[in-house]
């Protein structure tokens, strides 16, 4: 299956780098390019992608606004956003990652890691680890709100699917949360797909975001 992406940068020779890497791989294919956000979203109107390469700084319009405004017209499918940033913007980052994105890399990545990251965004799952996703959380805890909002959303959940969320958030891998709950790796992935589901979620950053927005989890805690 050939995984179909957007890149966004306002840098034509980042683009063409982007395009140049991508292009060298046979499940990949570059179907589109734009210069900001707003014209990123013009392009994804008219053309399908699995995943958008995103940088963050652009003009007219940076990609913290076009992801937010991309996943709010797409909640459930793709496009799936895989954000670009560099060391002195892991603010925007977080942001990104509020705003629906599926994870970041910085700019300077080796190339494999680049591709690497694009096939997992595009499987449905973060390229971010939950325990980086927490320390970034922790760091900019204080641009969550004034304080935790109960989510309706949790009371469809069961006390196990809380349990497992709970420790989504914590920065445990599923096989940590099996061994903690003693069940098996493929029931913390089943019950993980199905907290996804019933919250309506694109992936496990935004569970890691819900649970410290609802007070599930604490900054630090």
Known sequence: MTVRVVIVDDQALVRAGFR??????????????AIDGADALRLLSRIEADVVVMDVRMPTMDGVEATRRLCADRPAGPPRVLVLTTFDTEADAFAALR??????????????????AIRVVAQGDSVVAPSITRRL???FAGQLGTGPVEDPRLAQLTEREREVLL???QGLSNAE???????AEATV????????????????????VLAYESGLVTPGG
């Open 189 to 208: 992935k089943t019950h993980v797909g199905r907290i996804l589901a019933k919250l309506q979620l694109r992936d496990r950053v935004q569970a890691v």
């Open 20 to 33: 140049m890497v991508l292009g060298s791989q046979p499940d990949l294919e570059v179907v589109g390019e």
């Open 137 to 139: 959380l922790d760091r």
């Open 167 to 169: 420790l989504v958030a």
């Open 99 to 116: 705003a629906g994105a599926s994870g970041f890399l910085l700019k300077n990545v080796p190339p494999e890691e680049l591709l690497a």
């Open 177 to 183: 949360i099996a061994a903690q709950v003693h069940v």
